[in-house]
Nanobody, 129 residues
Framework: QVQLVESGGGLVQPGGSLRLSCAASGFTLDYYAIGWFRQAPGKEREGVSCISSSDGSTYYADSVKGRFTISRDNAKNTVYLQMNSLKPEDTAVYYC??????????????????????WGQGTQVTVSS
């Protein structure tokens, strides 16, 4: 059974950090492009950061550039999102999405090929004092 499970969310004060994990089971992440998306109440889901399956190239939305870092550990079949200097506007449910094959991180985060994504169930991140 193909499954993605996100973890690591929680409540953090502005300026704090969290590390989200996206663990895969039932398939090997090596051959999948992975993206982190988020959805805040009343807003559309948006691509935050994506990483390719081939050369490890990455993309970051302007709103998180310089604060978030995406990485993958194929040996652990897990992708991470390190989030630093968190802001209240980062509050959202964060989802990881796996695309089978090679996909430009830019296009992945833009939602191309969305019909083929495997999604996790999401993890809540709340940034508040």
């Amino acid at each position: 059974q193909v499954q993605l499970v996100e973890s690591g969310g929680g409540l953090v004060q502005p300026g704090g950090s969290l590390r989200l994990s996206c663990a895969a089971s039932g398939f090997t992440l090596d051959y999948y492009a992975i993206g982190w998306f988020r959805q805040a109440p009343g807003k559309e889901r948006e691509g935050v950061s994506c990483i390719s399956s081939s050369d490890g190239s990455t993309y970051y939305a302007d709103s998180v550039k310089g604060r978030f870092t995406i990485s993958r550990d194929n040996a652990k079949n897990t992708v991470y999102l390190q989030m630093n200097s968190l802001k209240p506007e980062d509050t959202a449910v964060y989802y990881c999405a796996a695309y089978p094959g090679n996909l430009s991180p830019y296009y992945h985060c833009a939602g191309y090929g969305r019909a083929r994504y495997y999604w996790g169930q999401g993890t809540q991140v709340t940034v508040s004092s």
